[in-house]
């Protein structure tokens, strides 16, 4: 039978593909996200391709909004079974302009030049509260739903960077490794009342957030987007396709016994030391 899936940050680009891939195994989705229109044009592709689902206006950051969500998903779809908390990002406020100090740095300033010691602690916090926060918020709010129930489960959205810190990125490297460990706690915490929960560590996938980044206009790769390339074993960007397999794994039943891992989906990034 088609359980109920709430899926936060669910009109952004990883985690509509998720919700697709769910709603074809015939589950109900609640896309949550900030951007409705976002969620609500999810939510159409699914429902014209003969799947269910809603698109829900909520905030990640405030309770009172997720409260009013979980009346939406209860009242359309009944308690919720799967959680997956997708919303999430970087801020460049929280980002530096080069990956190493140098001395002449703090020399030489030239206008929005940012090095660690400009970094604005408004940025780092915006950056915190999204991934954290917005990953125990919802937690907080949808897992209610799920205590004592069979087959219940919470899947969070880390990164690779949880394992390495990335260059230039201390706030978003920091947030995810607070999600990774987080997941551990909550997998142990919940351990008693049938609620498993993991976390995907998707390594670079190019979306919207990071395309400048990565590529050039012309679709050649920019220097930092070549280094990532060179440190992917398998060579390539991930495509969102890629998240589906782990998904539909972790939120099922083959995975009954498998809670508090981190599972790193980076074509082999986490694994390799260049050398
Ligand atoms: P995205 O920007 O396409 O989607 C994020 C969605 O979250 C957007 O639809 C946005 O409206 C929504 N959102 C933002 N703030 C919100 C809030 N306060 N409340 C509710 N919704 C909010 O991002 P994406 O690339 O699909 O990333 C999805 C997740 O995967 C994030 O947690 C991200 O950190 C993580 N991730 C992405 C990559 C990557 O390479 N893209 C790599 C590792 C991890």
């Not at 896309?31 to 592709?45: C, R, Y």
């Not at 937690?139 to 799920?146: G, L, R, S, V």
């Not at 351990?191 to 206009?217: H, M």
């Not at 390539?236 to 809670?259: D, I, R």
Request: aromatic share 8%.
């Amino acid at each position: 039978m088609g359980k109920t899936v709430v899926i936060t940050g669910a009109g952004g680009v990883l985690c509509s593909t998720m919700a697709e891939a769910l709603a074809k195994e015939g589950h109900k989705i609640a896309l949550l996200d900030l951007n409705k229109d976002a969620a609500d044009k999810v939510a159409e592709k699914i429902n014209n391709a003969g799947g269910k689902a809603i698109g829900v206006k909520a905030n990640v950051l405030e309770k009172d909004s997720l409260v009013l969500a979980k009346e939406e998903v209860n009242k359309a779809f009944g308690k919720c079974d799967i959680l997956i908390n997708g919303a999430g990002g970087n801020h460049p406020l929280g980002t530096t302009s080069n990956p190493f100090l140098q001395a002449e740095d703090l020399l030489n300033k030239t206008e929005g030049f940012k090095t660690f010691f400009d970094l604005d602690p408004k940025g780092i916090q915006f950056v915190f509260n999204l991934n954290f926060i917005g990953t125990l918020l919802p937690t907080q709010i949808f897992a209610e739903d799920m205590v004592g129930r069979d087959n219940c489960s919470i899947l969070n959205v880390s990164s690779m960077n949880a394992f390495t810190p990335l260059t230039k990125i201390p706030a978003y490297s920091g947030a995810k490794a607070a999600v990774s460990n987080f997941t551990q706690w909550l997998a142990v915490h919940f351990s008693k009342v049938g609620i498993r929960v993991n976390a995907l560590a998707p390594g670079f996938f190019l979306t919207e957030q990071n395309r400048t980044l990565l590529t050039n206009e012309d679709g050649s790769l920019t220097p930092r987007g070549n280094q990532i390339i060179e440190q992917t074993p398998m060579g390539k960007f991930g495509e969102p396709e890629h998240l589906v397999g782990t998904t539909l794994w972790l939120c099922g039943e083959g995975a009954s016994f498998v809670t508090g891992v981190v599972v790193p989906i980076d074509g082999g990034f986490s694994a390799y030391s260049g050398v």
